[in-house]
C-alpha cells in the first residue's frame, strides 16, 4: 500500500505544475493589458510639459489705410479731326504737336463754287428787296394788292435762307480746332481729296488730363465725387495731386472692382497719355483697428483662422480680414483686444492641444 501511494503522487506532479504556470501567465497577460490600456489613455496623463509657442497680444492700432491701385494716364478731351465735307484741300494752316487754340483754321477746302452761288444770291437779295420797298410804297398809296406786296416779302426770305444755306456749306469746307490742345499727326498732304471718314489729325487736351484706376469693391462707398487721391509715375518720385470726376456706375461682376476717373492739373505737360502711374487712395485715416502680424492668419479655402491660447489649451477661431499693411492685418470679428495669438509653428497644432505661450514685442 505505502508503495502504491507513492507512485501515484509522481504521476500527478506534472499536471499540477502545468495548472500553476498558467494561472501566473494569465495574471502576468491582464496586468500588461491593464497597462497598456493606461498608456492608450495618454491624453489624461501628459508625458512632459506642453510645447512652447510664440505670440503676441491681439491689440487696437491707430490707422491710416492706404490703397494702392495701378492707373493710366488719360487726356482731359482726346478727338480724331475730319472734315464734315467731301473736297479737296486747298490750305494746311497747322504743324504736326503744336498747341492751338479754339477756333483755329486748321484746313481749307475748295469751295469757289460755294463763294459764286453766294454771290449770285447776294445780287438776287438787293433786287428781291428792292422789289419789296417799292411793293410797300405803292401798298400805303393803294397802288397794288396785299397779295403782291406779301410775295415779295417771300421772295426776300427765300433768298436770305438760300444765303444761310450756303454759309452754312461753307462753313464746312473749314475744319477749325474744337478746343485748346496739341495737336498729333496729319494724315494728309495739301491737294488731297478728303471725305467726312478721313481723318485729317488729332488733338488732345493736356493741360489737364485723367488717371483711371480700378479699386475693390469694399472701398466703392469711398470713391466720392471731389475726394483727393495721390498718384506718382512708375519709377518717379514726384507726387500729383488728383480729384475724382466720377465713377463707373457699377462694379464689374468679374473682378469684383469698381471704375473710377479723376483729374489732374497738367499745366506743364508732364504727364503723358497712356503712362503707367501708381495711385494711392487714403480709406481711413487714425482708425482704430486690431492688427495681428500677417504670419498669425492660417488661411484656407473658404475661411481664415487664427490660433488663441486659452487656457493652457489651442484654440482655433474663423475670423474676417480687413486692411492689411506691410506687416500687420486688421481682424474685423472674433477677437477682442488682449487675445493671446499664437504666430509660430502654426501647422504643428491641433484644436485643444495643450500649448504654453510665450509673449513677444
Do not use: W
Amino acid at each position: 500500500m505505502m508503495i502504491a501511494a507513492k507512485t501515484s503522487n509522481a504521476k500527478d506532479f506534472p499536471l499540477k505544475y502545468f495548472i500553476l504556470l498558467s494561472l501566473v501567465s494569465l495574471l502576468a497577460f491582464g496586468c500588461k493589458s491593464k497597462s497598456a490600456d493606461q498608456s492608450a489613455e495618454g491624453g489624461k496623463r501628459p508625458s512632459g510639459p506642453p510645447p512652447v509657442f510664440n505670440a503676441v497680444l491681439a491689440s487696437r492700432f491707430a490707422v491710416d489705410r492706404k490703397v494702392q491701385a495701378p492707373g493710366s494716364i488719360l487726356p482731359n478731351e482726346n478727338t480724331d479731326l475730319h472734315p464734315e465735307a467731301s473736297g479737296r484741300v486747298v490750305a494746311i494752316n497747322f504743324k504736326e504737336g503744336t498747341y492751338v487754340k479754339a477756333g483755329t483754321l486748321l484746313v481749307k477746302l475748295f469751295d469757289d463754287d460755294l463763294q459764286a452761288q453766294l454771290k449770285k444770291l447776294t445780287v438776287q437779295l438787293q433786287v428781291a428787296e428792292a422789289t419789296e420797298r417799292r411793293q410797300k410804297e405803292l401798298l400805303a398809296l393803294n397802288g397794288t394788292s396785299q397779295q403782291d406786296y406779301d410775295l415779295a416779302v417771300l421772295s426776300v426770305s427765300n433768298i436770305k435762307a438760300d444765303m444761310e444755306l450756303i454759309k452754312v456749306n461753307i462753313d464746312k469746307t473749314e475744319m477749325r480746332a474744337p478746343y485748346d490742345g496739341r495737336l498729333g499727326l496729319r494724315t494728309i498732304s495739301l491737294g488731297a481729296y478728303v471725305t467726312p471718314q478721313t481723318i485729317i489729325t488729332n488733338i488732345a487736351q493736356l493741360n489737364q488730363v485723367k488717371v483711371e484706376f480700378s479699386v475693390p469693391e469694399l472701398y466703392a462707398t469711398e470713391m466720392q465725387t471731389g475726394k483727393k487721391v495721390m498718384l506718382r509715375t512708375s519709377g518717379g518720385s514726384k507726387y500729383y495731386s488728383a480729384t475724382v470726376m466720377a465713377s463707373q456706375n457699377t462694379i464689374n461682376e468679374e473682378t469684383r472692382n469698381l471704375v473710377v476717373k479723376a483729374l489732374i492739373n497738367n499745366p506743364d505737360a508732364t504727364l503723358t497719355p497712356g503712362s503707367f502711374v501708381e495711385v494711392d487712395i487714403e480709406v481711413g485715416k487714425n482708425q482704430s483697428a486690431i492688427m495681428i502680424p500677417t504670419q498669425a492668419v492660417i488661411p484656407s479655402t473658404r475661411f481664415k483662422n487664427v490660433i488663441v491660447a486659452q487656457g493652457g489649451k489651442a484654440t482655433f477661431r474663423i475670423v474676417n480680414t480687413g486692411y492689411r499693411d506691410s506687416a500687420r492685418i486688421e481682424i474685423t470679428s472674433r477677437l477682442k483686444e488682449g487675445d493671446t495669438i499664437i504666430t509660430t509653428g502654426l501647422l504643428t497644432i491641433k484644436e485643444g492641444m495643450p500649448i504654453k505661450a510665450k509673449l513677444s514685442n
